[in-house]
């Protein structure tokens, strides 16, 4: 069992997640940031100057007396434009990375149909039977 953990936590995958996490986080700060220091004022200026970071409604605490409870919906609004960027983001990322990907699929295509052409019919033949003998091992 351990063996096979081993197999798997070393694989590139792994390694490729572990980056993917920590590029992740990073990004996520810099989005916050963006969102709190830049559009966040912005949207502010927008509405009329308000603050929205500051946004929240207050309701009177019946546990103790005086005390009011703040339910902070601007700060709500901010993670909700952190996320629909990060969303974006990450949706163009993987839309380039598709459209790459389908391009070295069609070379690939293009590559074997030209190699194709060039190959006589006994040799095809020698091919399957070879790819057969694979698959039965």
């Known amino acids: 069992m351990f063996k096979d953990f081993k197999a798997f936590a070393l694989k590139g995958s792994i390694f490729d997640l572990a980056i993917a996490v920590v590029i992740g986080a990073a ?7 963006l969102v709190k220091d830049i559009l966040t004022p912005i949207i502010g200026i927008l509405v009329g100057g308000v603050d929205v970071s500051n946004l929240s409604f207050n309701i009177p605490s019946y546990i103790s007396s005086g005390a009011t409870i703040s339910i902070k919906y601007g700060l709500f609004i901010q993670a909700i434009i952190d996320f629909l960027i990060i969303a974006f983001s990450l949706f163009i990322f993987i839309k380039a990375i598709q459209s790459v990907k389908k391009k070295e699929v069609e070379k690939v295509i293009v590559l074997e149909d030209s190699i194709n052409a060039k190959i006589s019919n006994e040799e095809k033949l020698l091919i399957e039977i070879r790819d057969l003998l694979r698959e039965t091992k």
């Open 27 to 33: 990004f996520s700060k810099i989005t916050t940031s």
